[in-house]
T-cell receptor
Framework: SAVISQKPSRDICQRGTSLTIQCQVD?????MFWYRQQPGQSLTLIAT?????????ESGFVIDKFPISRPNLTFSTLTVSNMSPEDSSIYLC?????????????FGPGTRLLVL | GENVEQHPSTLSVQEGDSAVIKCTYS??????FPWYKQELGKRPQLIID?????GEKKDQRIAVTLNKTAKHFSLHITETQPEDSAVYFC???????????FGQGTTLQVKP
């Protein structure tokens, strides 16, 4: 399985500011994704991080609010822009190794964000 | 788009009993169905998955069944132990997008 790390593990931010979360995978993966998990809730897909091109966003999520980069096959960033308290959540990245058709996903440890 | 419904939202069993969690999905093109276990404060961990070309898969005390006609799949845990206590999520994926759509989650409590 792929080993996935995220930085920072947690942060407390002021409203109106932005935070960039980094996701690093130890081996090349075909697909990387970003999810949000609000307290006590399930995981909601934010977007698919595409290598070398613009991310593909799910309904309800827009690039201006959640810009995503993926410069290579093992690294991606998610920025939470112009934060409000409603953005307080856990943000998780996931990666899918190519050997299993890009479906089996492994998750990073998550970034716990609190916006004051 | 795909929608995944999961039941029950909470489940309490005695140690040694079996636990069953059920999910239904809406998109008939879905062909991959993983189950994740999430302990408090930790990342989701894949525990078992099944693809649409099989009806059942088993790994020790854990099994998953899939009924493509009815569009539902279930997780079965036998001989439950206190360390099985966690939140379990089902998910569905299809059309080679790799995107996972998650159910709402089931909080399983195994009482010693």
């Amino acid at each position: 399985s792929a080993v996935i790390s995220q930085k920072p593990s947690r942060d407390i931010c002021q409203r109106g500011t932005s935070l960039t979360i980094q996701c690093q995978v130890d081996s090349q993966v075909t697909m990387m994704f970003w999810y949000r998990q609000q307290p006590g809730q399930s995981l909601t897909l934010i977007a698919t991080a595409n290598q070398g091109s613009e991310a593909t966003y799910e309904s309800g999520f827009v690039i201006d609010k959640f810009p995503i980069s993926r410069p290579n096959l093992t690294f991606s960033t998610l920025t939470v822009s112009n934060m409000s308290p409603e953005d307080s959540s856990i943000y998780l990245c996931s990666g899918a190794p190519p050997i299993v058709s890009g479906e089996t996903q492994y998750f990073g440890p998550g970034t716990r964000l609190l916006v004051l | 788009g795909e929608n995944v419904e999961q039941h029950p939202s909470t489940l309490s069993v005695q140690e040694g009993d079996s636990a069953v969690i059920k999910c239904t999905y809406s998109d008939s093109a879905s062909n991959y169905f993983p189950w994740y276990k999430q302990e408090l404060g930790k990342r989701p961990q894949l525990i078992i998955d099944i693809r649409s070309n099989v009806g059942e898969k088993k790994d020790q005390r854990i099994a998953v069944t899939l009924n493509k006609t009815a569009k539902h799949f279930s997780l079965h845990i036998t001989e439950t132990q206190p360390e099985d206590s966690a939140v379990y999520f089902c998910a569905a994926s299809g059309s080679n997008t790799g995107k996972l759509i998650f159910g709402q989650g089931t909080t399983l409590q195994v009482k010693p």
